[in-house]
């Protein structure tokens, strides 16, 4: 008798996110309790706060975070170059005020690090680490369900689309080769039904 080349056995399937979490996103209001609770948390509360305010304000996935170096940002000009993964467009963003300060507080303690976000040894942040922050500093901000860094990308992608930003702008901002992908944060903003109602 032969045995079969696959077992009829397979491994369970992975349960959709949508049925783990309400949402795959934040709200400005939650990354703000996100950042507040980074900002008071252990020894490196500097990098986390800041690490979180980037993923968010540029739509950063946590593959994109771990390979920053100095070397992408130019602090005077208040310019970042951007590196996307997963085939991605590069884009040239501007820091804003609140993003330089924590950029020049971060330079200080890891004066003569390639990369800007360092362990305790000195090497780049792993993404496993990364989600390890991010889903701490989620639990300390009291957020109700588990919080994943991509939310933040998402969050970014929702807060812009919100604002009336422009499709194809926020396509180029978060990187996307395929518009599709940048479609879902203009179909699900409510501003698009605001004046559906007059009374």
């Not at 968010?56 to 005077?76: P, T």
């Not at 109700?144 to 604002?163: E, I, Q, S």
């Amino acid at each position: 008798m032969t045995q079969p080349l696959f077992s009829a056995k397979c491994p369970p399937q992975k349960s959709y996110n949508t049925l783990r979490r309400s949402r795959e996103y934040l709200t400005p209001e939650k990354v703000e309790h996100l950042l507040r609770a980074a900002r008071r948390q252990g020894r490196y509360k500097q990098r986390n706060a800041t690490l979180i305010l980037l993923m968010y304000r540029h739509g950063l996935r946590a593959a994109e975070l771990v390979r920053l170096r100095w070397e992408m940002f130019d602090l005077k000009a208040a310019l970042f170059h951007v590196q996307r993964v997963k085939n991605g467009v590069p884009a040239v963003h501007p820091l804003r005020g609140t993003e330089l300060r924590a950029l020049r507080q971060l330079a200080v303690p890891t004066a003569g690090a390639a990369y800007l976000f360092v362990s305790e040894r000195g090497g780049p942040l792993t993404a496993r680490t990364v989600h390890h922050i991010v889903a701490m500093a989620g639990e300390a901000a009291g957020v109700p369900f588990p919080v994943h860094p991509h939310m933040l990308r998402h969050a970014c992608g929702f807060y812009l689309a919100n604002k009336g930003v422009d499709t194809r702008a926020l396509q180029q901002y978060l990187g996307h080769r395929n518009i599709q992908h940048t479609v879902r944060y203009t179909e699900l903003t409510p501003q698009r039904f605001q004046d559906f109602w007059n009374d």
